[in-house]
C-alpha cells in the first residue's frame, strides 16, 4: 500500500465500519482531487489533461451522485471535436505546467489537421479513441435526477455523437470492411498491447523524431511503461499521420500503420446500440444507428474472426493479414448483442480457460494478455496487468449475454484489487500489486459504478 487516498481513507482514525462507504467515500475524493472545474484528469502526475475514453468512464461514475459533472466531464471534451467529426483521444488542460505530459500541443500541432479546418476550441491531440461516449452519455441520462436537464444534455450532444460515428464510418474505412482503421495503438486505448508488436517491427528513418522527453518515466517505474523502442515508434508513427495533415483520405498511401481492432470496433457497435436508444428517447429516427450497430456486427465476424483459432483478432489492413495475438481485445465482441451462440461460446471457454483464468488460490482475472503467451508480462503496461475498465466491459458483455455468475466474479475482482491496492492504473492478476499511476480516476469512477449497481455482494 502506497500514498493512495485508499489508503488515507482506511487510515486508523478514518476508518468506517462498512468496507463499502469507506471505498466509495475515497473513490469519491479521488475523482474530486482531480476535478479541474469542467472535467476530471486521469491522474495528477502522469496524465494531467483530458483523455477521451477516461472521460466516458468517469461520466459513468459520476453519473450515480454528480448528473452536473458528469455531464460536464462528457460535454467539455465534445467542445474538442474537429469539424470532421473526430473527437480527440487529449484535450489539454492550460491549467497543466507546460511540458508536463509528452506529447503535448506544440508536437500535435492540431490547427494544421485538413478534418479540423473552421473550427477552434482547446488544443487537442490529433488522433482518437474508442468510441464509447453514446454509451456513457446514455447511462448518464438513465440516472439523472433532473430528468429534464439530461434530456437537455443528450440533444445538444446527439448531433455530436452522430458525427464522430458518422467520422468512422466514412473517413476511417480505407479497407471498405465496414469496420474503423485504427491508425496508431494510442488510439486502440490499449497502447502496449502485444497485438501491435509485428506491426511496430518498422524502422524509424534517421532524423525524423523530434527530440523529446519522456515524462511518464518521472512519474512511474519503467517496468511498468513501454520500453524505450516502442516510444519511438509510437511517437514516429504520430510525426506520420501529423505530417501528413491528418488527411484520412491519404491513409492507403501515407499510413504504416492501419488496424483493424476487436476492442475499438465492438465498442463503437455497442455504442451504435446505444446511440438508437437516445435517439428513440428525442423522438429522433433510431434506425441509422441499429444498421450501423448490425453492419459492424456483421463485419466483425466476416473480417475479424478466426475459424482456425476459434478467436477475433485484429486485421492488419497494410499486411492483409490477422494478428493473432491472444489479447483481452479478442473478448470484447461480447459487447456486440448480436454476437451468434458460436462465437458467444468460443469467448466464454477462453475466458474460463487457463488463458485467460489465473490458475493460482487468490488471483484475480482478467489479465490484459494470454497468461500462457510469451509476450505475457504480469506488470508491463497492457502485456499481462489486470486493468478495471477491461473488466468493467467484459461485465456489461457477459451480462447482455446473460451470463450473471462469471460477469459477478469479475466484478468482484475488479473491487477486490481496489480494496487491496488502492486506486492504481494497473494491477498484478496473482498478487494484485498495483502499478502506473496512483489515484487513478477511471479506476475509481468504474469499481464506484459496480459498487452501486450492486453486483459485488
Ligand atoms: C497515451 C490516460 C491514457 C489511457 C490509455 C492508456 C494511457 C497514454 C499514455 O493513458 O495512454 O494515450 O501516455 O500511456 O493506455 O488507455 O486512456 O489514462
Redesign the pocket.
Known sequence: MGDSALDRASAPGGTRADWRTTLLDSAWQVLDANWTGTSTI??RS??PHQ????AAFIAVGRSWTDQRRAQSELESLFAAQWANGMLP??VFNPAAPPGS?FPGPDFWDAGRAVGRAGRSGPAS?GIT?PPIHARAALQVYQRASDTGEARAFLARLFPKLSAQHDYLAGSRDPAGHGLAVIVHP?E?????APIWDDDLELAVPPGVLPPYRRH?LVHADPAD??TAAAYDR?VYLAVTYRDAGYDDSTLLATSPFLVEDPLFNAIWCWSAHALAEIATILGEDPGPHRELAARISADMLAHLWDPASGRFHAWDVRGGRLLRKNTISSLMPLLDPALPAAQLAAISADLASPHFRPDAPGAFPVPSHDLLAPEFDRRR??RGPV?I?TNWLLWHGLRQHGAPRPAAEIAASAVALARLSGWR?YFDPFSGEGYG?TD???SAALVTDLLRSGTVQ
Open positions: 486521469p491522474s502522469l496524465y483523455w477521451s475514453w477516461d483521444h487529449i505530459y491531440s479513441q494510442w486502440s486505448g490499449m497502447d502496449n511518464d511503461r513501454p509510437f503496461y497492457w486493468w475498465n492504473e499511476s487513478f480516476s477511471w
